[in-house]
């Protein structure tokens, strides 16, 4: 499976995903074309378990997260996490806990006589955690979060390949000045998608500019307000990248307001993919936060762990779709006009 995703250029996760047949995966058709195509060059045929049953008679999984109403993701985690497990017969419970070390405590004591076999333990932001004592001496993998010393699995979204994916999106289509608003400081998502950036700046012996970076806090107001500022600039971008959705959807309007036409003037991509993405004017260029993918990820671990498959913990980052809209479709320049426009 590691030499498909190698020759399909995508993760061994969406190798998976494609193979198995699984249903409500996010993932575009050429990409499901590319990884059929190499695993019949390939030669490769799906492994598929046999008979499927419960590890041990355990039966429930339970799914801690901190916060379910102001993001989709863990929800999203969650469904990912439930229909892996339903096809080993494994309910999955979900309970919140905002984040409290006590109201962790308190599930976990709740949870009686129940046959638990693990619990997945989720966070809205990708963040260091430190997991209470109470839960610690459970069998636990940990979603869109780490623990400092690596003693759980952890299953993470690919932040720095995304973020060099997006900006590399932007460059294939010519555009040579790329403008970044980045999401709130100090958090790794925003950290990894600027890496991403200057990545595939420096791989494409473009020189990175301080001045087209712009703090941003996730928020559409950030978003028309750093991109007000970008557009000021004595040399303004060509092509901005927000680091969300949100922030694009602010971009958008300050745009307008300043009469720039989104793509002709000015290309613009998200990330996260959220539902908005595809009913802005025009829809907007962005990239899935694969968290049903990870939550299905996290749930397949756990129940090889219960089944006797003892391995090293391990960090596990699964791939952000990039999903291709009107906001960057300028027409692709062929080899002779990008190397003018390179000049």
Not at 4 to 9: D, M, P
Not at 249 to 263: N, R, S, T
Not at 290 to 309: C, K, N, Q, V, W
């Amino acid at each position: 499976m590691m030499d498909v995703a190698a020759a399909a250029g995508v993760s061994q996760a969406t190798v998976s995903l494609v193979l198995s047949g699984t249903k409500g995966a996010r993932l575009a058709d050429a990409t499901r074309g590319r990884v059929l195509e190499a695993a019949q060059a390939l030669g490769y045929r799906f492994v598929r378990r046999g008979t499927k049953a419960v590890p041990g008679g355990q039966s429930t999984i339970v799914f801690v997260a901190d916060e379910t109403s102001t993001d989709p993701w863990m929800s999203l985690a969650f469904e990912g996490a439930r229909d892996k497990a339903l096809e080993y017969g494994i309910n999955v419970l979900m309970a919140v806990s905002h984040g409290d070390a006590d109201v962790e405590t308190n599930i976990v004591a709740g949870l009686g006589k129940l046959p638990i076999l693990g619990l997945i333990y989720g966070t809205i932001l990708t963040r260091l955690v430190q997991i209470p004592v109470a839960l610690a001496d459970r069998r636990i993998v940990l979603v869109n979060c780490y623990d400092e010393h690596r003693e759980h699995h952890s299953v993470l979204p690919g932040d720095l390949l995304g973020g060099r994916t997006a900006t590399e999106h932007l460059l294939l289509y010519g555009r040579r000045r790329i403008g970044f608003i980045n999401g709130q400081q100090g958090v790794d998502a925003a950290r990894d998608r600027l890496k991403g950036y200057k990545q595939a700046l420096a791989s494409n012996d473009i020189a990175f500019d301080p001045a087209l970076v712009r703090p941003g806090n996730w928020e559409p107001s950030s978003g028309y307000e750093m991109t007000l500022e970008l557009m000021a600039l004595d040399n303004p971008p060509d092509a901005i990248f927000c680091a969300n959705d949100m922030m694009a959807v602010g971009c958008f309007d300050a745009l307008k307001q300043l009469g720039a036409i989104v793509p002709d003037d000015v290309a613009v991509i998200g990330f996260d993919d959220r539902n908005i993405a595809q009913y802005m004017h025009p829809p907007l260029s962005t990239l899935v936060l694969p968290l049903y993918e990870m939550g299905r990820t996290a749930a397949e671990l756990l129940i090889d762990a219960a089944g006797g498959l003892h391995t090293t913990p391990s960090r596990i980052k699964v791939e952000c779709e990039l999903i291709a809209r009107g906001s960057t479709a300028r027409r692709r320049l062929d080899d002779a006009e990008a190397t003018v426009a390179a000049r």
